[in-house]
């Protein structure tokens, strides 16, 4: 019974993780990797330069762009394009950290399979070969650039994909990767690397009676594959995948989302003021909603918690590892942007917890600055004293008891009228000025007012008014047009 319901979670899961793996991919027309356009400010073009230089380039030599270029305008545009690139290069590095910029040798074209479908396929434009390149100005007015190729030349990756997913060229992926890797790094010559590579897949593709062609381009750009390794993960560990509650009723597994619905309701209910301060590790304020998140996340709930800008989600995170670190859990905290992670690092920062932190979304990260991190962090917990405590936590405990009863005095409902002080109090803040009054009712009477006492009054002067009660209109009463004044002697006629 229990292999027959994994069994069912699998087969959802696989057909959904071929939805993932291509929207991780983009298969579309968008994708650089593999429908390749020239851009205006954001290709640099080397196809047309000096062929000893580029070829030095090729070969891994820094190599100045005036060297590539030396004509006059054809430098300057290369300057303006290169700018350009350097920019969007370093935009990607800071906020995403991704290294996109990358050397492309040569374009793969195919034409799109024979078949109809609901999506039409587009003819593949693809870059060949792909290296890393370090893309930097000379000068402080950026007036020339160097170019290094930083690493051996590879097959690019997302072309491999979509040859066997898109293209309908059946291949073993893994073993013509293998292939070609091995032949790259037998070959020295750039011009023969790119030439071997695209005769391997063109004796693949041939064999589907296809059609393939090489476009001799060599070029700078923006080439992103940094979401492949996720697509090799999702699809080589589908069964692992299957039996995570979470990943199941993602990919709509009924299983999956009964064991949420279970879990949920099993969370037990909490109240934040009845956690004891020696067990709370907050380092920052939180507000009733933050706080049942963090509890239903050290209950080991899976949670979202959802909200606009400014409504206290950075906040939030900060204290969970805070939480989380103290019980001696260890937490990955993964973002897409560097501003996210900084948001929450920067509050650990505030309260010294820096320390903590083994940070892997640098820049410039590399074994020497991971080995100093880690000495850094192990030298901080072996030099760190012991809390000093005493009463502290006592301390706490009796003022949230008091700031407690407070707000419990405060809503109270109270006789005779049960009504709070806050209801007595909106109350009267919500009355018009006109309806102020100079009468105040005092201890015994107020006390008297009860509620039923004031329907009564209520009811007792709508009587009276209803049977000509205070009618005071000028000629209701003969006493209207009588002119009467106040004298000495008409003073005595009327009781003091």
């Not at 399979?113 to 930097?136: D, E, H, I, K, M």
């Not at 956690?275 to 507000?287: G, N």
Request: hydrophobic share 40%; aromatic share 4%; with cysteine.
């Amino acid at each position: 019974m229990v292999t027959a319901a994994l069994d069912d979670r699998v087969d959802v899961v696989r057909r959904r993780v071929e939805q993932w793996a291509d929207e991780l991919i983009e298969l579309g027309p968008r994708n650089t990797l593999l429908h390749y356009k020239d851009r205006k400010t954001t290709t640099l073009d080397l196809t047309g330069a000096r062929p000893e230089t580029l070829a030095n380039l090729l070969a891994g030599r820094k190599t100045r762009l005036e060297a590539l270029f030396p004509d006059g305008d054809e430098h300057r545009s290369a300057c303006t394009r290169a700018r350009n690139l350097r920019r969007r290069i370093l935009v990607f590095e800071e906020e995403q950290g991704m290294d996109v910029g990358r050397l492309a040798h040569g374009l793969l074209q195919l034409e799109p399979p024979p078949r109809s479908g609901v999506t039409p396929v587009p003819p593949l434009r693809a870059p060949l070969l792909l290296q890393a390149v370090q893309l930097n100005a000379r000068t402080a007015s950026e007036s020339d650039f160097t170019l290094e190729a930083a690493d051996e030349p590879e097959v690019n990756p997302v072309l491999l994909y979509a040859l066997s997913r898109q293209y309908g060229i059946d291949f073993d992926e893994d073993a013509i990767k293998e292939r070609l890797s091995a032949m790259l790094a037998t070959l020295e010559s750039p011009q023969e690397q790119l030439r071997q590579a695209y005769q391997t897949l063109a004796d693949v593709i041939e064999q589907h009676d296809r059609t393939v062609s090489l476009e001799d381009r060599v070029l700078v750009g923006l080439f992103s594959f940094e979401k492949l390794p996720m697509v090799n993960d999702l699809r080589t560990s589908i069964e692992l995948l299957a039996r995570h509650d979470v990943i199941a009723a993602a990919a709509g597994a009924q299983a999956g989302e009964e064991a949420l619905q279970a879990q949920a309701e099993s969370i037990p209910p909490m109240h934040p003021d009845r956690i004891p301060p020696s067990e709370e590790y907050l380092i920052h304020d939180a507000d009733s909603s933050q706080q049942q998140a963090i509890h239903a996340a050290l209950s080991g709930a899976h949670i979202v918690i959802e909200g606009p800008p400014g409504t206290g989600k950075s906040q939030t995170i900060a204290n969970l590892i805070a939480e989380l670190a103290a019980r001696g859990r260890r937490v990955l905290f993964v973002a897409e942007k560097r501003a996210a992670i900084e948001a929450v690092t920067e509050r650990l920062e505030q309260v010294d917890l820096h320390g903590l932190v083994f940070d892997l979304h640098q820049r410039k990260l590399n074994r020497k600055r991971t080995a100093q991190q880690l000495a850094d962090a192990l030298q901080r917990a072996s030099q760190e004293p012991p809390p000093q405590l005493g009463d502290l936590h006592k301390q706490l405990a009796q003022a949230r008891e008091r700031a407690s009863a407070h707000t419990a005095e405060l809503h109270q409902p109270r006789p005779p009228w049960n009504l709070s002080a806050y209801d007595a109090q909106s109350t009267l803040l919500n009355q018009p000025c006109e309806n102020s009054s100079g009468v105040r009712f005092r201890d015994a009477t107020l006390r008297r007012l009860s509620g039923d006492a004031r329907g009564q009054v209520r009811r007792d002067l709508g009587d009276f008014i209803a049977m000509d009660g205070l009618r005071i209109r000028r000629g209701d009463s003969p006493w209207s047009r009588v002119a009467a004044g106040v004298s000495r002697r008409s003073s005595r006629s009327w009781p003091a």
